[in-house]
């Protein structure tokens, strides 16, 4: 995604939303699938609380869905279904799903019409619930998507779906802060929509992701009803950020907006892809004094653009053009010098900073040292910089190779023992996934030339598991660390939780249940995303999560995804959270300090 002068193809800045894309055609290898195939009984309506949800489905019931409404998405067979009468719906479904289901099994596409009313109301029995301070073996109890009871031996009616979860671990879901699904990057877009990925993220055991809202236009309204559209078909709770790529007037305003109308509370800035999203340090400041202002978190992509454009055009000099050249061209210290120079300008301003994808012990280290001096700075691995090497880069097979493209690059052995060391002593305090998922021909576009091969790696599926495996198997963190760094921080720096990320009576019932002795294994021929890839290929590990409840429905068991397109919320995120305490303190302080202006008697003559 980086600016190449020489070639005019990759300079083009992306023209948001100009990829012609038939979203209908997406949308109906889904359609009809992930759903119930019988009429399920009505739910009351949600305790509205100081989280407001709001769904861009029609189906605004965060419990089973009747089917019928959860097919009132845009797609055409799903129009058409309005004109299917009742009687004939069970034979209509059986003669679909019979042609559905066969040309979605190769693509990994499980599913299951299921045959069951669900409950609503379920007992998650005898497990040991892990919450980010506190553990203890209790039944969990869910009314209406809402965790009502957390107690030893709760007694329930037959009215109750008992899920056992003896000698296993019963968590909070995962919220992923960091994902771009259905991402146009001008020539193509992201393999995995609101639906795929939200599927792979449930089987994966993560039950809220927060997506990047990419302006479209310039326009950060029209950026949103972009992203509105296209999170109709969602499964599961997420939220957004916003990416902020110009600055104006009506930018800043627009910003205003998202924050008071539109539940955002986070904006993100590349300080890298020259050219196409690249700030420059004056728009920087602009937007780091902006979120200020709103109690907004800004967020950073921090390389060093100009310096990873000046290593590009050296790597091609060099005749090095394939995959290796990505991470020769942008080496850790331009990671490093462009999050030393974030931290110091969100440090001049006084605001907090949220450092993205830390890939590198030259960020890692920056970040330490600014928390240490006391300095307000979030830094998020994700699952490629914990669990990868660079070498993958360097294979001789251009297609495995490509397939690790991603910026910052995925470095060499030892950063990612450095950054698992870092989160298992807090100077690094939550994983995110970055997933965003190019294929293996979408990635081909680069074959010559590593500076077109679109950037991203998979991970919304893998997360949940992978951290398992790397931190608390290995013994570097405990399971209450472990649903710290998966869920519960996250839900705390973007002002969801105890709504989320706990399991506490009133937080929503996500929940996962997982089985410390079982074990995973990845391969692209059995995971849930869309790509015909996965960058963990092969790869096994113990600790597997049996089930996922999203919203108090059981969406993940037995190897089986049961999801409806429309059933998930759209999470509004207030602004202001915790780490704006104190700031206004900090700010006196500093104005009380400055002795000045110094009252000075006019020199005589
Ligand atoms: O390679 C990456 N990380 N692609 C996604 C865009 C971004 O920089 O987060
Ligand atoms: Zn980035
Ligand atoms: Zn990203």
């Not at 809402?146 to 709760?154: F, G, K, L, M, R």
């Not at 999170?231 to 997420?238: E, G, L, R, V």
């Not at 890692?364 to 699952?383: C, L």
Request: proline content about 4%.
């Amino acid at each position: 995604m980086e600016r190449n002068e020489k070639n005019h193809s990759m300079m083009s800045v992306p023209k948001f939303g100009g990829w012609d894309q038939d979203d209908a055609a997406g949308a109906m290898d889904y359609s009809m699938v992930f759903t119930q195939a019988r009429e399920n009984k009505k739910h009351k309506k949600m305790n509205p609380n100081k989280i407001k949800y709001k769904s861009f489905g029609a189906n605004t019931n965060h419990g089973q869905a009747p089917c019928k409404d959860a097919y009132a998405l845009e797609d055409p067979i799903v129009l058409s279904m309005g004109f299917i009468s009742s009687q004939f719906l069970p034979i209509f479904f059986l003669t679909f799903f019979t042609i559905i289901t066969s040309s979605l099994s190769q693509s990994n596409q499980i599913c299951d019409a299921g045959t069951e009313i669900p409950s609503s109301k379920l007992l998650v029995k005898g497990g040991t619930v892990v919450n980010a301070h506190h553990q203890q073996i209790a039944d969990v109890y869910v009314e209406d998507g809402v965790i009502v009871a957390v107690n030893p031996n709760i007694r329930v009616g037959d009215d109750v779906t008992v899920i056992d979860a003896l000698g296993k671990y019963v968590m909070p879901g995962g919220i992923d802060p960091h994902t771009h699904l259905d991402m146009d990057v001008g020539f193509t877009a992201t393999v995995d929509d609101f639906f795929s990925g939200q599927a792979a993220a449930l089987a994966g055991g993560t039950t809220m992701h927060i997506d990047f809202v990419i302006p479209l236009n310039g326009s950060l309204t029209a950026g949103f009803e972009d992203y509105e559209k296209k999170a109709k078909k969602s499964c599961m709770d997420y939220g957004f950020h916003m990416v902020i790529t110009k600055w104006d007037e009506t930018v800043s305003k627009e910003m205003e907006l998202m924050v008071k109308e539109k539940g955002i509370n986070s904006f993100k800035f590349f300080m890298a892809y020259k050219g196409i999203f690249m700030i420059n340090d004056e728009l920087l400041l602009e937007g780091l004094k902006k979120c200020k202002s709103l109690g907004a978190l800004a967020m950073v992509h921090a390389e060093n653009g100009d310096a990873v454009y000046e290593g590009q055009e050296k790597m091609i000099e060099l005749g090095i053009t394939g995959p290796e050249g990505h991470a020769l061209s942008r080496p850790a210290m331009l990671e490093g010098e462009a999050t030393a120079r974030a931290i110091r300008l969100a440090d001049f301003v006084n605001t907090p900073l949220y450092v993205v994808h830390v890939m590198s012990i030259d960020a890692m280290e920056e970040i330490e040292k600014a928390r240490k001096s006391g300095q307000k700075v979030i830094g998020e691995p994700i699952a490629s910089g914990l669990g990868l090497d660079e070498s993958w880069l360097w294979h001789p097979d251009f297609e495995i190779a490509a397939k690790y493209v991603m910026s910052p690059p995925i470095r060499k052995r030892g950063h990612d023992r450095a950054l698992q060391a870092a989160l298992s002593t807090g100077v690094l305090q939550l994983v995110g996934t970055d997933h965003c998922a190019f294929n293996s021909t979408q990635k081909a576009r680069g074959v010559d030339d590593f500076r077109k091969i679109p950037n991203g790696v998979n991970g919304i599926e893998e997360r949940m598991h992978l951290v398992w495996d790397i931190m608390v198997e290995s013994g570097q963190i405990t399971p209450s660390d472990y649903v710290r760094l998966t869920s519960t921080e996250c839900a705390r720096i973007f002002n969801l939780y105890p709504k989320k990320g706990a399991i506490l009576p009133g937080s929503d019932a996500d929940i996962i249940i997982l089985n410390p002795n079982s074990s995973f294994e990845i391969s692209a021929k059995s995971h849930h995303s869309r790509l015909d890839t996965n960058v963990y290929e092969g790869r096994r590990g113990k600790g597997k999560i049996e089930v996922t409840i999203a919203g108090g429905r059981v969406v993940w068991e037995n190897n089986e995804l049961k999801v409806t397109p429309g059933t998930g919320r759209y999470i509004q995120m207030p602004p202001f959270s915790y780490l704006f305490d104190g700031l206004d303190k900090k700010d006196a302080i500093y104005l009380n300090s400055l002795q000045a202006p110094v009252k000075r008697v006019k020199a005589s003559t």
